[in-house]
């Protein structure tokens, strides 16, 4: 009884509002209106760009954003289209609306103003939940980010960086575990997914002193990729694991000549962890780390082959754990000095990272992209018997530099 008077009041109260609201409207001037549109615009975010990029192991799309977004996942078939819905968002006039991603992880992207409140973003993209990775990123130079990965979504580039497994949500809840990057692009040194990890760190910054020479020297050689994981593929189909078990191969060789006591972590097309193709690519990665550990290994070289979705990029990169030892940074630079002599590829330079295999190793270790397979050239001529000679000298020129 009670109940039903309360009701009949509110009733009776929400008559009167609905009438004074009718007399409200009929008044409203028509910059009235514009000023709360303009004002609920204010309140949503804008969609100011959108990047993308790629490289052998995964494509990446990154829009860039006014403010954090959240965002609801979907899948079309026929042929499979990966479905972004964003709340709360427009998208900026003068933005192009369908890019060509152009990888075998995402072929383009499209964007469009679903309804009044929402953001449509479709990529056409054949992979499935676990192979992808959507998450928000805030902060750094570049503000609030959306970003979409696509691929071997917990490896970095090169298949040597790692998360921890941590996805981002698929069902529009925000995932900012991640700490600031300046840059989203899929640059080894700057990718945020590199970044997850917030393990305590294993290696000791102890600077390790060494006699000089290579003769009894342990050192530890890893052939990026391997088995099921065939790493970066060139333009004419050269596979990055091919090429990095040739030269770790022929490196093994010319080390052993000179008295070092050489450790593989792979010596055939195969996985390094025992559980070969069911490790996840953590397992994979410690494998190869458990290998130069427990053989207390002087120094760690861990061989990959760069790779892009454009044809140009080209040339030798040396990567260091960035809070690792000196000693690895000079071990980064003495390497991609020596193949960079060896094969006349251009330099770019000695860049820090958080490449799991650099970061797990407890000794001076490298991670060496010696050249771009993505490159007609390099590709061709790290496909040759001369290439893959002159790549292991190289490097041994470099380790020979680094024990002085
Ligand atoms: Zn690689």
Known sequence: MHFLKAKGIFLHFAGIMLLLAGFLMFFASSEAQAATFAQRMANMAEIKDIRVSSNGDRARIVLDTTKDVTFKTSVLSNPQRIVVDIQGAWISSDLKKTINVGSRFAKSVRLAQFDPNTVRVVIESSMNESNRNFFTLNGGDTGHR??????????????AAIDFGKKGSETGNKDNTQPSSGDDTITPSTNPEENKDKKE???????????????????????GHGGSDVGAIGPTGVTEKSITLRIAQELQRQLKAEGAEVIMTR????????????????????????????NNSDIFVSIHMDSFTSSSPSGTTGYYYGKGTKASVRLAQCISDGVVSALSTGHRGVKSCNFYVVRHTTMPAVLLETAFISNEKEERLLNSDAGIKKAASGILAGIRKFFG
């Open 146 to 159: 959306l970003v979409l990965d696509f691929g071997n979504v917990s490896k970095g580039s090169g298949g």
């Open 201 to 223: 760190e294993v290696i000791p910054v102890v600077e390790p002193e060494f006699t000089p020479g290579i003769k009894g020297k342990k050192i530890t050689i890893d052939a």
């Open 267 to 294: 010596i055939k097309d195969t996985e390094v962890s025992p559980k070969r193709g069911k490790a996840t690519d953590i397992e994979e990665l410690q494998a190869r780390c458990d290998v130069a550990n427990k």
